[in-house]
């Protein structure tokens, strides 16, 4: 290797590599005892710009993920019912939700809590378009960071449980899917088969209604007789584990 280069390691530190270049025997031996933190050089060599701004885009994403991750535990104390958990939920889980919705189905998407957007961005990177997206939310200060997030969805400031009063007078089209982070287990059963029911007048006919829960048993009955119901494996990768349920008219 040549005299100067940067190697990093495994947690990113990086490091210099000094003197001749390698020959095969005994390069390892060499390279380790020549190894040298690169903070403890005069002059370490700049990064080129792009891996600068991937670096700075990889930070920004932390940050602004542990300020969603604050805002969140900051709503969970103020009302742990209504927020239903006390993080926004896993990337996996997110995408594992939005691949029930099939972008190319004509109509606008509805979102149900959608809090700090997690299931909203894998919506979008699963290709649904934000100006489709009808996101219904209760906490005040998710709505405004919805709007500055994407401020060509529809962000409804209102108590999801009345979905149809809500929504009726806004949606032109019926829905292709509907999306839901509600904490349902935390309402009575009549409660959230009136929410599916409502919902289910809302959306085109067979049009996926996608709920994540963490409970072990469907939020929605399977003995109602009108809707089929499917349930995803359980996502071991969310913290805590979590299943996703599909529910189409028939
Ligand atoms: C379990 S969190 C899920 C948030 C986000 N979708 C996620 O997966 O991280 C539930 C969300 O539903 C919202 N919520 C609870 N009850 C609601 C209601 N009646 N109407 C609208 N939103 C509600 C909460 O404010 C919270 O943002």
């Not at 080129?48 to 542990?66: E, M, N, S």
């Not at 939700?97 to 509805?110: E, F």
């Not at 029911?197 to 009955?221: E, G, N, R």
Request: with cysteine; glycine share 6%; proline share 10%.
């Amino acid at each position: 290797m040549a005299s100067g280069s940067v190697r990093r390691t495994s947690n990113g530190t990086a490091l210099t590599v000094s003197g001749r270049r390698s020959t095969p025997e005994g390069s390892a031996a060499r390279s380790a005892a020549s190894l040298v933190p690169v903070s403890s050089m005069p002059n370490p060599m700049p990064l080129h710009p792009v891996a600068t701004r991937v670096a700075k885009k990889g930070l920004l994403d932390k940050v602004l993920r542990f300020d969603d991750e604050v805002h969140f535990l900051k709503s969970w104390i103020e009302k742990p019912l209504a927020t239903g958990a006390v993080m926004p939920s896993g990337r996996i889980l997110a995408r594992t939700m939005a691949r029930y919705v099939d972008p190319t189905q004509d109509g606008p998407v509805i979102e149900l809590g959608p809090g700090t957007g997690p299931v909203t961005e894998a919506l979008v990177r699963h290709g649904v378009e934000p100006r489709r997206l009808v996101l219904v939310e209760f906490n005040p200060t998710f709505c405004r960071l919805l709007r500055t997030r994407y401020p060509e969805a529809t962000v409804v400031q209102g108590d999801a449980y009345r979905l149809r009063p809500l929504l009726s007078s806004l949606m032109k089209e019926p829905a292709a899917a509907l999306v839901s982070s509600l904490p349902l287990m935390t309402k009575p059963l009549r409660t959230r088969v009136r929410l599916i029911s409502d919902a289910l007048h809302l959306m085109a006919p067979h049009a996926p209604f996608v709920q994540f829960t963490y409970a072990m048993v469907t939020p929605i009955p399977k003995a109602t007789s009108s809707i089929t119901v499917h349930a995803s494996d359980l996502v071991w990768a969310n913290v805590p584990p979590a299943r996703v349920w599909v529910y189409r008219g028939r």
